[in-house]
C-alpha cells in the first residue's frame, strides 16, 4: 500500500512558477515509475508527466513539453513536478500517481497507475 500526499499548488499569474511535490508513504519508492496528471473543470483527467523508477527516463505531454519538469528524490521518497510559464490552461487539480513496475518504465494511461493522491489546486490567473 502507497500513500500519495501532494503539496505546493496555488494560486500564481500567468507567467509565474510553481513546484508541485507529492510525498509517497513506505519503504518501495523506487519500485513505482511516478505519473502526474490534472484534471480541469469540465474535462478529463490528463496526463503531464512521468518518471521512471531510478530517474532514467522521462515523458510529458506535448502541452507542457518545454515548460515541466518532473524529478522525483527517492531517498525522499518524493516526486516533484516544476511548472515554469504557467498559462491560464494549466488551471486543473493535479494529482501525482504511483505505478508499480520492473522496469524503467514511464507510463501515460491512468489505468497502468496503482495508487493516486487527493490531488493540489492550480489555479493560474490572466
Known amino acids: 500500500q502507497v500513500q500519495l500526499v501532494e503539496s505546493g499548488g496555488g494560486l500564481v499569474q500567468a507567467g509565474g512558477s510553481l513546484r508541485l511535490s507529492c510525498a509517497a508513504s513506505?519503504?518501495?519508492?523506487?519500485?513505482?515509475?511516478m505519473g502526474w496528471f490534472r484534471q480541469a473543470p469540465g474535462k478529463e483527467r490528463e496526463f503531464v508527466a512521468a518518471i521512471s523508477r531510478s530517474s532514467g527516463s522521462t515523458d510529458y505531454a506535448d502541452s507542457v513539453k518545454g515548460r515541466f519538469t518532473i524529478s522525483r528524490d527517492n531517498a525522499k521518497n518524493t516526486v516533484y513536478l516544476q511548472i515554469n510559464s504557467l498559462k491560464a490552461e494549466d488551471t486543473a487539480v493535479y494529482y501525482c500517481a504511483a505505478c508499480r513496475t520492473t522496469t524503467q518504465y514511464t507510463p501515460r494511461s491512468m489505468k497502468e497507475y496503482d495508487y493516486w493522491g487527493q490531488g493540489t489546486q492550480v489555479t493560474v490567473s490572466s
Open positions: 513506505g519503504r518501495t519508492f523506487s519500485s513505482y515509475a
